[in-house]
């Protein structure tokens, strides 16, 4: 248990749904991001908000929308989705703006597939 | 070119074998680095970090660190089964906020 939490672990949906992961970190962290692990390749940072301002939009798609509302919570909303976008996709979190806070710590990751 | 290179094996050792991972990067300003293991549809556990040149050593894991080479390793001494897993490099970009490069991972199989 890293003290982020994610959910729901698992997602199925269809190319015309909408949906939302959510992620709440429990470790009084200013930063947090979003990660897409597709098979065999290196994790793909997403997002990422820094005192809940977006810092990083690392060329995603429109079809991905981040929301964070405070400083524990961030949410990806999906829309439209292809099954190419089927991935792991991971949330973590760290201390922004301190010498040891590179250090991230990750949630368990949603399983999502997209048909 | 990519940033951080992993080979990405698999690297297979029997145990109790030393297991030697491998990293290189590109950004010669990076500070900081990491060593995440990452079992099989779970996510990355931090195991190491590593923030000078030389060695760090915790337990049965040996971080080095070599910046004028650009080269990180970590060893794992006496390697069990439970190790198995894909051990990803990171390393700690240069710029206004905090944010890792990871390497696609190594996949290290240890057998009995």
């Known amino acids: 248990e890293t003290g982020v939490t994610q959910t729901p672990r698992h997602l199925v949906m269809g190319m015309t749904n909408k949906k939302s992961l959510k992620c709440e970190q429990h470790?009084?962290?200013?930063?947090m991001y979003w990660y897409k692990q597709s098979a065999k390749k290196p994790l793909e940072l997403m997002f990422v908000?820094?005192?809940?301002?977006?810092?990083e939009n690392n060329s995603v798609p429109s079809r991905f929308s981040p929301e964070c509302p405070n400083s524990s919570h961030l949410f990806l909303h999906l829309h439209t989705l292809q099954p190419e976008d089927s991935a792991l996709y991971l949330c973590a979190s760290s201390q922004d703006r301190a010498r040891q806070g590179n250090i991230q710590y990750f949630g368990a990751g949603t399983r999502l597939s997209v048909l | 070119q990519k940033e951080v290179e992993q080979n990405s094996g698999p690297l297979s050792v029997p145990e109790g074998a030393i297991a030697s991972l491998n990293c290189t990067y590109s950004d010669r300003g990076s500070q900081s680095f990491f060593w995440y293991r990452q079992y099989s549809g779970k996510s990355p556990e931090l195991i190491m970090s590593?923030?000078?040149?030389g060695d760090k050593e915790d337990g049965r894991f040996t971080a080095q660190l070599n910046k004028a080479s650009q080269y990180v390793s970590l060893l794992i001494r006496d390697s069990q089964p439970s190790d198995s897993a894909t051990y990803l490099c990171a390393v700690g970009g240069t710029g206004g906020y905090n944010k890792l490069i990871f390497g696609a991972g190594t996949r290290l199989a240890v057998h009995p």
């Open positions: 908000y820094s005192l809940e301002e977006r810092v």
């Open positions: 590593i923030y000078s040149n």
């Open positions: 470790l009084g962290h200013n930063a």
